[in-house]
C-alpha cells in the first residue's frame, strides 16, 4: 500500500473484573453518595466549577489512601494500567506504578464535563459505577485537531478511526484507560438519573 498508518493514539476498555460486578457497583454508589453528603468543601467548589455535578476532585482525590474500598479497586485498576503500559511498549522493567490520584464524579441532569487533559501523570482513566440507560460516553479529540491548519472537512462516511472525535459509551464495571495527554469531555447528562464514575491518574518511578 501507498499509504500507511503511524502513530496511533491508543485507548483501552475493559470490564474492572469477570464476575461480580452488579455488588462491587452498589457497594460503590452507596460509597460515593455518602461522600458527597460528608464533604462539604467538595460540594462548594462543585458549586461553581462543575454545576449540577458533585466531584470531590479538588476537595478528596486521594480516595485510596483512606477509603477500604477505593484502595481494593486501586488494586484492580492496577493490573489493568500495568496491561495498557505493556501494549503501549512502555519500559516499565524494575520500575514501579502508583496510582496518585483517584476522585468521584456525580452527573445528575444537566451536568457536564468540558474538555481537559491530565497534566503530571502518564496514564489516566474512568471506571464506571452507575450508568442509567441513554447517559453520555467519554467523547476523545483527535490530538493533532489544532494541527489541521487548512485540511478541508471529512466525508460524512469517514471511518471512526480516522474522524476528529470518537465517543466511548459509559458502561457500568467498564475501565477505560488513556494516555493523560489526550483530551476528552463528557457532554451534558440528559437523562433523570445519575451518572457515577470514580476518575484516576497514574504515575510512575
Not at 57 to 77: P, W
Not at 180 to 185: A, G, M
Request: aromatic content about 12%; overall charge positive; charged content about 25%.
Amino acid at each position: 500500500m501507498p499509504t500507511r498508518a503511524w502513530f496511533p493514539t491508543y485507548i483501552y476498555c475493559e470490564p474492572l473484573q469477570k464476575s461480580g460486578l452488579a455488588r462491587l457497583n452498589s457497594d460503590l454508589a452507596a460509597e460515593c453518595r455518602q461522600l458527597r453528603e460528608f464533604d462539604t468543601a467538595g460540594r462548594k467548589w462543585s458549586a461553581k466549577n462543575y454545576p449540577g455535578g458533585y466531584t470531590s476532585y479538588a476537595s478528596m482525590n486521594e480516595l485510596h489512601r483512606f477509603s477500604s474500598a477505593f484502595a481494593d479497586l486501586e488494586k484492580k485498576l492496577t493490573r489493568h494500567v500495568r496491561a495498557f503500559a505493556k501494549a503501549l511498549s512502555m519500559d516499565l522493567r524494575g520500575r514501579q506504578i502508583f496510582m496518585t490520584d483517584c476522585w468521584v464524579n456525580i452527573m445528575p441532569p444537566t451536568a457536564a464535563h468540558s474538555l481537559h487533559l491530565h497534566p503530571l501523570s502518564f496514564i489516566s482513566g474512568t471506571y464506571y459505577v452507575a450508568t442509567p440507560k441513554g447517559c453520555p460516553g467519554l467523547k476523545f479529540e483527535d490530538p493533532r485537531l489544532d494541527r489541521f491548519m487548512a485540511a478541508p472537512p471529512k466525508l460524512p462516511d469517514t471511518p471512526e478511526q480516522d474522524r476528529a472525535h470518537i465517543v466511548y459509551p459509559a458502561e457500568a464495571g467498564n475501565v477505560i484507560l488513556f494516555e493523560s495527554w489526550l483530551r476528552h469531555e463528557v457532554p451534558a447528562n440528559r437523562v433523570e438519573e445519575e451518572r457515577i464514575s470514580i476518575s484516576f491518574n497514574f504515575n510512575w518511578s
